[in-house]
């Protein structure tokens, strides 16, 4: 729990100071995430870390919060405004001020659990360390979007092999999310690390794989970018569909850019 914690504060830290640095027009540059805005990107952010700090510190509350905020959502059209809703209603050091009150109270629950402990979340309970690593892929993933309209390089992120994990671990839910029957062929996946060194996940004899930067991959597996627009080289019918539809987070189906977004 020490690792993904640190490597999570890392993130929403380094997120925090690339925004705070915004005017105006800054925080209302548009967004490839649904047409949201800088603004809205921070707000989802600060809206989950909220809920998160409820799921590890008291579970009444956060049931709470299921049955009166989601009891309200008729549709999973109406999900991105009453979870944005509370953000877009502050000025912009108000937001901050909230996001940063939030994330560090989850991350002293986080910090004070084992990583075998189990949360309420939307579905079913997660391990702590599940969750702490999903609060990492989320904030990597919707930073993604800012630093892309900001058009800036972002920095190598510490928690990329948890983001990398999670992309192998969502294999199976990438396909029966859409309604398409979980491949039994076993894909071999081979990634290079910003340092050089190597993960790798299944096993290296299997015939079909997924090989290239890790970077690219959490990409791809966050729906950031099409596989196309990456170096990743998939060998097999099967590991090119997953890269198609891989989805590591909850929710319905998505679908990231298209191919040629960021040839």
């Not at 909220?50 to 579970?59: E, I, K, Q």
């Not at 340092?195 to 791809?220: I, N, Q």
Request: net charge negative; charged share 25%; aromatic share 8%.
């Amino acid at each position: 729990m020490k690792q993904i914690c640190s490597d999570l504060t890392w993130e929403q830290e380094t997120l925090d100071a690339l925004v705070s640095g915004l005017d105006a027009a800054g925080w209302q540059l548009v967004t490839l995430c649904d047409g949201w805005t800088v603004k809205d990107e921070i707000c989802h952010l600060a809206y989950f870390d909220h809920t998160a700090r409820l799921a590890a510190t008291d579970a009444d509350a956060f049931t709470r919060h299921i049955i009166e905020d989601l009891g309200q959502i008729k549709s999973m059209d109406e999900v991105a405004e009453v979870t944005l809703a509370r953000g877009r209603a502050m000025a912009t050091d108000d937001l901050m001020a909230w996001w940063r009150a939030e994330r560090r109270q989850l991350m002293e629950a986080l910090a004070a659990l084992s990583p075998r402990d189990r949360l309420p979340w939307y579905g079913p309970p997660m391990s702590a360390l599940s969750f702490a690593t999903a609060r990492l892929m989320e904030t990597w993933a919707h930073g993604q979007d800012i630093y892309d309209v900001l058009k800036r390089r972002r920095p190598v992120s510490p928690g990329l092999r948890h983001i990398a994990h999670l992309g192998v671990k969502t294999f199976g839910w990438s396909f029966s999310n859409r309604g398409l029957d979980v491949p039994d062929t076993p894909v071999h996946v081979a990634l290079t690390a910003p340092s050089g060194e190597s993960w790798t996940w299944g096993e290296e004899t299997a015939a079909e794989s997924v090989r290239g930067p890790a970077e690219d991959f959490c990409l791809v597996v966050t729906q950031r970018r099409h596989v196309d627009d990456t170096a990743l080289v998939c060998t097999g019918e099967t590991a090119r569909r997953w890269m198609l539809v891989a989805q590591a987070f909850a929710g319905p189906p998505d679908n990231g850019p298209p191919a040629g977004t960021f040839a």
